[in-house]
């Protein structure tokens, strides 16, 4: 009965993997279905029961798995987040060895290459998807850090804090950043960077935001303006900040 009982308890331990393994195949099938009703119709078109159609369950099945529709939404806006510092962050390489200013202007055409190609899961990122949803939860927030740092690493390269101009306090439209300071202080410790340089980053990031947001909402044809000008009109004008 005993030796019964071991290879009960054997077997089932080594059930436990495939267990694990066939869980996370069916979370990224769901994913992968909601990713497309995210394409096709936006946030609010991603739908549990709908997903449990097409992949021929049960819709209160899935919810072994998600917990509900934000639950989901979140794991896509985290995945993207991983997906999105993964490509700025392969751009801006320093194994590539590029020179500083090469790096931002890297890490700015690969911004918007990413934003152009999943126009979809760019805007999940940055928007509350559907009413109600929580975009400030701390799984949220850790994964967005992946771009800060990477963004910061690029500052800290581009304009050393040693040589920054940074710290003229009162200068006119300065903003208070010791918040922010606070709230990075490990990745500054580890990219080597400063208030300064997070201030430029913030002011890359809404310079650059604010571009491909306009570019993938159909902006610019409507307006009949050429946006490969544009964007090189504006990563030169960002790049001259350099000085």
Do not use: C
Request: aromatic share 6%.
């Amino acid at each position: 009965m005993m030796g019964a009982n071991k290879t009960t308890a054997a077997t089932g331990a080594a059930r436990s993997p495939m267990r694990a393994r066939y869980r996370e195949q069916v979370r990224e099938d769901v994913k992968a279905v909601a990713l497309d009703q995210l394409a096709q119709g936006g946030a609010t078109a991603v739908s549990v029961n709908a997903i449990a159609k097409q992949l021929g369950v049960s819709g209160p099945a899935l919810y072994r798995y998600f917990a509900g529709r934000d639950e989901l939404l979140a794991e896509l806006v985290i995945d993207t987040y991983h997906d999105f510092a993964a490509a700025l962050a392969a751009a801006t390489d320093p194994a590539l060895g590029q020179a500083p200013a090469e790096r931002l202007r890297a890490l700015a055409a690969a911004w918007r290459a990413f934003a152009r190609a999943e126009p979809h899961r760019y805007t999940l990122m940055f928007a509350p998807p559907v009413p109600g949803y929580d975009a400030h939860s701390e799984p949220l927030v850790t994964a967005s850090r992946e771009v800060m740092a990477v963004g910061l690493d690029v500052a800290a390269d581009l304009w050393p804090p040693d040589d920054s101009p940074a710290a003229a306090p009162g200068r006119e439209g300065d903003v208070d950043l010791d918040a922010a300071v606070r709230a990075h202080e490990d990745i500054l410790a580890a990219t080597g960077a400063g208030p300064e340089q997070l201030r430029r980053v913030l002011s890359a990031w809404t310079r650059l935001h604010g571009f491909v947001s306009l570019e993938i909402g159909g902006n610019f044809t409507s307006m009949g303006i050429d946006a490969d000008a544009l964007f090189a009109q504006e990563v030169s004008a960002l790049s001259a900040t350099t000085a």
